[in-house]
Structure formats: C-alpha cells, structure tokens
C-alpha cells in the first residue's frame, strides 16, 4: 500500500483541487483493484470489506481535504 500512496496516487490525485466535489469513479475503480488486488480477493467481494481490511478510505475523502486546504 505504501507503494501505491507514493506512486500512484498522486497521479490519481494530480489537479484534485480544481475537480472540486466531483466523485471521479475512474480514480476510485483503480484504488478498488489495486487493493483488491493485494490480498487476492475477488472482484465480487464488495469494496466496503476489502476497504476494512486493509484500513483504507477511499480517495474521495482525501480529495476533499485537497479542496478544502485550497
């Protein structure tokens, strides 16, 4: 995971503070695959248990605060 929030994410993110509250369910699909992807879970085991699992939020919440601090 830390992989992915020093690599990927701020691509996924690059510009955020501008979409302002836009949902980008793209840039969630990603996330949701890469974590799924981690524990092999498959891809009918909703996102709400793997998101426990693993203690992640999903990106939405970090592109408020981006918005927010702009």
Request: positive net charge.
């Amino acid at each position: 995971m830390e992989l992915f929030d020093r690599l990927i994410s701020p691509i996924l993110r690059y510009g955020s503070e501008v979409w302002g509250f836009h949902t980008a369910n793209s840039v969630e699909n990603v996330h949701f695959r890469y974590c799924k992807s981690i524990p092999r879970a498959r891809r009918s085991i909703q996102n709400d248990i793997v998101r426990t699992e693993l203690v992640r939020n999903d990106m939405y919440h970090t592109r408020l605060v981006n918005v927010m601090k702009y």
